[in-house]
């Protein structure tokens, strides 16, 4: 079953900040968040693992809860090269499934 | 550059046909993914092989098929294509579950 984001859009002004939520009905082994811009590739940003470890950038935080099976991604100090559409990703026992986005526009 | 291959970039068909494309893993990397992306809408997961074996299995059609082979580049296969086939259709792959996924610059096909 596809993971819920939210908000579905946000708009910005450099150097506000951000979080988008994620959550799942089912028990998670990892959760992904993914950044893509308008007809490129989605492009890494942070994965949470069950139990607690983390790999991602620096600059990129974000959390877990794995009794609620609930991501978020902060996005703090937003610049304007942060514009694009935040996926997360769930990846169960046997598949990975991806919410439907959420569209962040960063102003100047 | 994420180091995943894919080919063709474009691929322009008619109604009814096959069509085949290709996706080479990052070196090391033993799983692939497939992936659908319809016009600005989210990734629908197809498919997933690990060195050469199906993993898991998402919303593939039945017209829809894959396979990874020994050496671990990966095809899907789309026969009797429809105009709703029309799509990117993104390859990622990664070490292993649990592991980062690195998505090819992804195929984008146009069914006429």
């Known amino acids: 079953q596809q993971p819920v984001q939210s908000p579905q859009a946000v708009i910005l002004r450099e150097g506000e900040d951000a979080v988008i939520n994620c959550s799942s009905s089912?028990?998670?082994?990892?959760v992904h968040w993914y950044r893509q811009k308008h007809g490129e590739a989605p492009v890494f940003l942070m994965i949470?693992?069950?139990?607690?470890e983390q790999k991602g950038h620096e600059k990129i935080s974000a959390s877990f809860n794995e009794k609620k099976q609930q991501s978020s991604l902060y996005l703090t100090a937003s610049q304007l090269s942060y514009s694009g559409t935040y996926f997360c990703?769930?990846?169960?026992?046997?598949?990975?499934?991806f919410g439907a986005g959420t569209r962040l526009t960063v102003k100047p | 550059d994420s180091g995943v291959t894919q080919t063709p970039k474009h691929l322009i068909t008619a109604t009814g046909q096959r069509v085949t494309l290709r996706c080479s893993p990052r070196?090391?990397?033993?799983?692939v993914y497939w992936y659908q992306q319809s016009l600005d809408q989210g990734l629908q997961f197809l498919i997933q092989y690990y060195n050469g074996e199906e993993r898991a299995k998402g919303n593939i059609l039945e017209r829809f098929s894959a396979q990874q082979f020994p050496d671990l580049h990966s095809e899907l296969n789309l026969s009797s294509l429809e105009l709703g086939d029309s799509a990117l259709y993104f390859c990622?792959?990664?070490?292993?579950?649990?592991?980062?996924?690195?998505f090819g610059a992804g195929t984008r096909l146009s069914v006429l």
């Open positions: 089912k028990a998670l082994y990892s």
């Open positions: 949470l693992l069950k139990g607690g």
């Open positions: 070196s090391g990397d033993l799983s």
């Open positions: 990622a792959s990664s070490v292993a579950k649990g592991d980062i996924q690195y």
């Open positions: 990703g769930t990846e169960g026992n046997n598949d990975m499934r």
